[in-house]
């Protein structure tokens, strides 16, 4: 291994350059304003290379390092196992078929903006009564998490010295915004009619969606609540259990969080305590002490993928029999929820921490659409309050 220092006059730095017997010339960084700066760096670069911290060649194509990566880094930069396995697909998917074979050092911004544009997903339409698979340009929420990755994975090859500092081809990319969308959500009536319907009610699943709809938790928050953190009137969140039943931190994991109950749905998990004590009692296959508090008949633990389609059930069940219920997916009760404080003028500050955001702005950000029209409600109130407060004594005289 042998390097030198070369000047480049179109932009009057000196570049250190290390030669290898496989890839020949690598020229390093964004350059130096002195050949001393440059030569102090060659100097690291090639005891490196001499310790085999770093290397060129076939170790340093995108696929290789890819694999160091997911065993190094992605299970210590995410905490979820949602999200190792959302930063896995989108890898093995869009990026690996394009950058696989090609060396690290070598991928030029130009390069991410054509696979970004380039990127088609899947999805299902209704053709003749059937549902059909076509693709379609990806969403700019879906670029945006695919380059959040990319970005991740070129930041390591820096630290790993595999490319030089300021060579991050992700830097400077711009992405369209997302279009933030106003989710639909029911109003009082419409989930008041939904919790109090008799299908419902005896559906083993009417816990778990009475809890998500008047505390705002998510599917997995929900199927992670445990006796060991209930108080009577509230629970402590530490966890949730994802679709595969792994456990999973929670998304502000620097503090706990509290799921503050009504008392009618403080009543409701009592009885399900019960319940489970009963099972215990008379089956001796079922669990004898659940640590859950959402279970089913034999006092395993609630899958969170069933809620989700047994709600679906229910509510195709009860639009039959003519509820006219608006469709909407089980995380919609969230948004549900969120509405009702939003529209009755909590803080925002409140909404942010029954929800489990750590910043106010990411809930202003999501629900900015729901705030303006309750905003604008509240004012239009005011005005006519202060207008119409007393009634005029006499009529207005007509200007002649």
């Known amino acids: 291994m042998r390097g030198s220092i070369q000047f480049k006059e179109s932009t009057g730095k000196y570049y250190p350059v290390i030669y290898d017997n496989v890839s020949k010339k690598h020229k390093w960084g964004t350059g130096h304003r002195s050949p001393r700066e440059a030569e102090r760096e060659l100097r690291s670069l090639l005891h490196k290379y001499d310790s085999q911290a770093i290397s060129f060649g076939r170790k340093d194509t995108f696929s290789a390092v890819y694999e160091e990566f997911d065993q190094l880094v992605i299970p210590e930069r995410y905490r979820s196992e949602g999200q190792r ?45 059937e549902t059909k698979r076509i693709k379609v340009p990806a969403s700019p929420a879906t670029k945006h998490k695919i380059l959040q990755g990319l970005n991740a994975f070129f930041e390591t090859c820096i630290s790993w010295g595999m490319i030089g500092r300021g060579e991050n081809p992700c830097k400077g990319i711009e992405l369209q915004s997302a279009p933030i969308t106003v989710p ?50 509230y629970f402590v969140l530490d966890q949730g259990v994802d679709a595969y039943g792994n456990v999973t931190d929670m998304k502000t994991i620097f503090r706990k969080r509290r799921a503050e109950l009504m008392p009618y749905v403080a009543e409701q998990v009592q009885l399900q305590r019960n319940r489970q004590q009963m099972i215990a009692r008379a089956i001796l296959e079922a669990d004898q002490n659940p640590q859950y508090v959402l279970t089913d008949d034999m006092n395993r633990p609630l899958k969170a993928d069933a809620i989700s389609k047994n709600f679906k059930k229910l509510c195709r069940h009860l639009n039959k029999e003519g509820a006219d219920l608006p469709d909407i997916p089980l995380k919609n009760l969230r948004h549900t929820f969120a509405s009702f404080m939003i529209y009755d003028d909590v803080n925002i500050r409140i909404v942010a921490d ?47």
């Open 354 to 400: 029954a929800l489990g955001h750590s910043r106010t702005s990411t809930t202003q950000n999501y629900y900015q659409g729901m705030a303006k029209k309750s905003m604008h409600r509240s004012e239009v109130l005011n005005i006519g309050n202060r207008l119409f407060r007393d009634p005029l004594e006499k009529p207005l005289e007509r200007v002649q």
């Open 85 to 129: 396995r959302t930063i896995r697909g989108n890898f093995q998917k869009h990026i690996l078929p394009v950058f696989g074979s090609v060396r690290v050092d070598r991928i030029q911004q130009r390069d991410v903006q054509r696979l970004l544009h380039e990127i088609r997903v899947d999805k299902s339409v209704q053709e003749d009564g």
């Open 184 to 233: 639909e959500v029911w109003s009082e009536e419409e989930l008041a009619f939904f919790l109090q319907a008799s299908a419902v009610r005896d559906s083993m699943y009417y816990l778990a969606l009475l809890i998500m709809a008047t505390t705002g938790l998510s599917r997995s928050e929900a199927c992670g609540l445990k006796w060991s953190l209930w108080h009577d009137t």
